[in-house]
């Protein structure tokens, strides 16, 4: 089970920190992801890390977003800076498939960014 939270509704130039917290030990041993869907769109990538801490980030957010991971508290962070009115969106966390064990998303979180 994944459990999304942080978001919310910010100015443009603004930042948030969104946080993906898990139960069971698959979330330390797989790549996490951030997903984002916008009203209209398909869902995207934004970024991801992997079990040994590889990062991998979308265009679109190179060099604003940050992942990183907390083994010990089983969970995965995203920090969001200089948002932009285009940042709007709900993100989702992602735990992918590991082994037999199936992957999971967690429930989104509404991210709102006003100009």
């Known amino acids: 089970q994944l459990q999304a939270s942080g978001g919310g509704l910010v100015q443009a130039g603004g930042s948030l920190r969104l946080s993906c917290a898990a139960s069971?030990?698959?979330?330390?041993?797989?790549?996490v992801g951030w997903y984002r869907q916008a009203p209209g769109k398909q869902r995207e990538l934004v970024a991801s890390?992997?079990?040994?801490?590889?990062?991998n980030y979308g265009d679109s957010v190179k060099g604003r977003f940050t992942i990183s991971r907390d083994s010990a508290k089983n969970a995965v962070y995203l920090q969001m800076n200089s948002l932009k009115p285009e940042d709007t969106a709900v993100y989702y966390c992602?735990?992918?498939?590991?082994?037999?064990?199936?992957?999971?998303w967690g429930q989104g979180t509404l991210v709102t960014v006003s100009s």
């Open positions: 069971g030990s698959i979330f330390r041993l797989t790549t």
């Open positions: 992602n735990a992918e498939p590991y082994g037999s064990l199936p992957g999971s």
């Open positions: 890390i992997t079990s040994r801490g590889s990062t």
